[in-house]
């Protein structure tokens, strides 16, 4: 499980993906956190979803 923060106006989407995927290859991300927001939790979102891993809202 991972958790993803950043700011709203994060918008370095590659560099984003590139950190997650060389995470995944290290230590499978079984379930992806973010908040649903704009900036980093979007692009965190889209490659969750782009790689089949289960994304999910904080509680």
């Known amino acids: 499980m991972w958790l993803v923060t950043g700011g709203r106006e ?3 989407r590659e ?3 590139a950190v997650l995927d ?3 290859a290290r230590r499978t991300i079984t ?3 973010q908040g649903e927001a704009t ?3 979007a ?3 889209a ?3 782009r ?3 289960p994304t999910t809202l904080p509680l």
């Open 31 to 33: 379930l992806l956190i």
């Open 39 to 41: 900036g980093a939790d």
């Open 22 to 24: 060389r995470v995944h």
């Open 47 to 49: 490659c969750g979803a």
């Open 15 to 17: 560099w984003v993906w």
């Open 43 to 45: 692009h965190a979102k």
């Open 51 to 53: 790689r089949v891993t």
């Open 10 to 12: 994060y918008d370095d």
